[in-house]
C-alpha cells in the first residue's frame, strides 16, 4: 500500500484483519485515510457489519467515507445471489449503525439483484471479475457490454450511469 498513488482500494475485512496484527492494520488504514485514498472494505457476509462498526468505534478503521462492498453470492462456493440476500446486510448495517453503498452480487440473476441494490439507494460494481452474465440469463461478449447495460439499467431508474454503475 505504499509507494503508489491510488484512487482507491478494496480490502477484505476478513482477510485484512485475519492475523489479529490490530495495530499494523490501524496504521495501514489510517495511511491510506491521510493520503486520501478511499478503502471499500469488502465484506462477504452481513456478520461482518458489526465486526466492522466495531473496528470503527476501537479507531482501527477510520470512521470518514465509509465504503462498503457487499458481496451477494460467490463463485467458488457455489453460491448464487438470489433476492433475500440483500436484506441481511442492510439490517445489519443498520443495526450496527453504518450505511454501506455498495453492492455485489454473481451468477445469472447478477442483474436483478443489482437493479434491486439501486432501487434501495445502493450503488453497483459491474466488472467480468464479479460476473459474466447479462439480464438475458447468457454470457456477455465482453465487458463494454456488462457496462453498457448497468448504466441504462441506472439511468431507467433515473439515477444516471456515472453515479450508479462502476466498472470493476
Not at 48 to 60: Q, V
Request: net charge negative.
Amino acid at each position: 500500500m505504499r509507494g503508489a498513488p491510488a484512487e482507491g482500494v478494496s480490502i477484505a475485512l476478513s482477510e485484512l484483519l485475519a492475523d489479529g496484527e490490530r495495530a499494523a492494520a490501524r496504521r495501514s488504514y489510517h495511511a491510506l485515510a491521510e493520503a486520501g485514498v478511499p478503502v471499500q472494505h469488502i465484506l462477504y457476509d452481513p456478520a461482518e457489519l458489526s465486526r466492522l462498526a466495531g473496528e470503527i468505534a476501537d479507531r482501527t478503521i477510520p470512521a470518514t467515507g465509509l465504503q462498503v462492498l457487499s458481496v451477494l453470492g460467490r463463485y467458488p462456493a457455489g453460491l448464487v445471489a438470489d433476492p433475500g440476500m440483500r436484506e441481511p446486510y442492510l439490517h445489519g448495517a443498520r443495526a450496527a449503525g453504518l450505511a454501506p453503498d455498495w453492492a455485489v452480487a454473481f451468477g445469472p440473476e447478477e442483474t436483478a439483484r443489482l437493479c434491486y441494490a439501486l432501487m434501495l439507494g445502493g450503488k453497483v460494481w459491474v466488472g467480468f471479475e464479479n460476473s459474466l452474465f447479462i439480464a438475458n440469463g447468457s454470457i456477455a461478449p465482453d465487458n463494454a457490454a456488462r457496462v453498457r447495460e448497468r448504466a441504462a439499467l441506472a439511468a431507467g431508474l433515473g439515477q444516471g450511469g456515472g453515479r450508479a454503475v462502476n466498472q470493476g
